[in-house]
């Protein structure tokens, strides 16, 4: 195990992203990010690796919370219904079907393009997932590369609980909605972006 000691509180997102850096500076095929209070349990990881060793043109997996039979996915309700709101705006904002920015269960592919998505600080402390999925889109947009939808795959979690002590008030959900106009302001819209050549 390798701890990483930053000099100040930057927030989750800038703690992830200088995480993910130190991890690609190593000889790994994947690298990712797990929330440290382990409402996905850590066995999860494997199965997530699982779903990119069967399918090689994947480059992430998220993990889903989605409430099925035969999982145990326990959100307090309030979580659950302010969830599907805000998932419901940023997919329509990313023009892509995703159900769960928000879960802290992702795995990367380690890639040639992989370290773009991570080079610059992220412009949201909270909603750097949706960022994350921003800056892909932009990448891509243009070149011959494949788009998000073709990359991204989402695995519903066989076990998600949330843990006590986690609030979500209504204040975090406004910030949020704030966070999530800023980053389509900056990658998404019209003005945001120029065309690269084909690659």
């Given at each position: 195990m390798r701890v990483l000691r930053l000099p100040r509180n930057v927030g989750k997102g800038e703690a992830v992203r200088a995480g993910v850096l130190d991890a690609l500076q190593r000889d790994a095929r994947y690298v990712g990010y797990w929330d440290a209070d382990l409402s996905t349990p850590l066995t999860a990881i494997a199965t997530l690796r699982d779903v990119l060793e069967a399918h090689p043109a994947l480059e992430m997996v998220f993990g889903a919370r989605v409430q099925l039979l035969g999982r145990e996915v326990r959100r307090r309700a309030l979580r659950h219904y302010l969830g599907r709101a805000f998932a419901t705006l940023v997919s329509s904002m990313l023009r892509l079907a995703i159900y769960d920015t928000q879960c802290g269960a992702k795995l990367f592919r380690v890639t040639a393009s992989l370290p773009e998505l991570f080079r610059e600080p992220f412009l949201t402390r909270w909603v750097f997932d949706v960022e994350i999925i921003a800056r892909l889109i932009r990448a891509r947009r243009g070149t011959n590369r494949p788009p998000a939808e073709a990359v991204i795959y989402e695995y519903p979690l066989e076990t998600w609980v949330d843990v006590a002590g986690s609030k979500v008030r209504g204040l975090d959900f406004v910030?949020?909605?704030?966070?999530?106009?800023?980053?389509?302001?900056?990658?998404?819209?019209?003005?945001?972006?120029?065309?690269?050549r084909p690659t």
């Open positions: 910030r949020a909605m704030g966070d999530v106009l800023r980053i389509y302001r900056h990658y998404l819209a019209p003005r945001a972006w120029t065309a690269p």
